[in-house]
T-cell receptor, first 114, second 112 residues
Framework: DVKVTQSSRYLVKRTGEKVFLECVQDMDHENMFWYRQDPGLGLRLIYFSYDVKMKEKGDIPEGYSVSREKKERFSLILESASTNQTSMYLC?????????????FGAGTRLSVL | GQQLNQSPQSMFIQEGEDVSMNCTSSSIFNTWLWYKQDPGEGPVLLIALYKAGELTSNGRLTAQFGITRKDSFLNISASIPSDVGIYFCAGPQNSGNTPLVFGKGTRLSVIA
């Protein structure tokens, strides 16, 4: 089974803090994604990556950056957390092979910025 | 960009009832995916559809790829309390290696 692991289920941070959300997948997937999920807005794509050291902006990249130094790990960084970044963050991965487009999700990190 | 319109936004049903939800788009999709998200968890894939007209089942769930390629339907028969959650449709933005477009979800509540 594909496993996508997010390092924390719950995080509480203060405004202005630098926040790292970590995601690791164990299926050698090429593609990795970060979403945020807010009530009534569905899943919104923040950043994605098709390969190590590559990154692409999604629909709402402002206030975020990402890092992909190793194939299995994709980090989301909030340089200076703000209260409007309080949300559920979901990481996903997918392959470029036969089952491409099917994304496998982690359990999510619920971030509160106070 | 492409959008997926999912309806209804929410449903309250009695245990044992059948459920139907759908997803529509103004543009053609070549793949339709249906996910379920349990409360407090990440979405999990239920069914993947790859061909127009395709009808696929997974237990009590049945999904169809519309023949126009612009819609898809998910039906749940004889609902049970563990069917509670948010159901998302999704499809790739275009052919090739590309991010998914997601609908905003249908929130299902089952009353025992």
């Amino acid at each position: 089974d594909v496993k996508v692991t997010q390092s924390s289920r719950y995080l509480v941070k203060r405004t202005g803090e630098k926040v790292f959300l970590e995601c690791v997948q164990d299926m050698d997937h090429e593609n990795m994604f970060w979403y945020r999920q807010d009530p009534g807005l569905g899943l919104r794509l923040i950043y994605f990556s098709y390969d190590v050291k590559m990154k692409e902006k999604g629909d709402i990249p402002e206030g975020y950056s990402v890092s992909r130094e190793k194939k299995e790990r994709f980090s989301l960084i909030l340089e200076s957390a703000s209260t409007n970044q309080t949300s559920m963050y979901l990481c996903a991965s997918s392959t470029t092979g036969l089952a491409k487009n099917i994304q496998y999700f982690g359990a999510g990190t619920r971030l509160s910025v106070l | 960009g492409q959008q997926l319109n999912q309806s209804p936004q929410s449903m309250f049903i009695q245990e044992g009832e059948d459920v139907s939800m759908n997803c529509t788009s103004s543009s053609i999709f070549n793949t339709w995916l249906w996910y379920k998200q349990d409360p407090g968890e990440g979405p999990v894939l239920l069914i993947a559809l790859y061909k127009a007209g395709e009808l696929t089942s997974n237990g009590r769930l049945t999904a169809q790829f519309g023949i126009t390629r612009k819609d898809s339907f998910l039906n749940i028969s004889a609902s049970i309390p563990s069917d509670v959650g948010i159901y998302f449709c999704a499809g790739p933005q275009n052919s090739g290696n590309t991010p998914l477009v997601f609908g905003k979800g249908t929130r299902l509540s089952v009353i025992a």
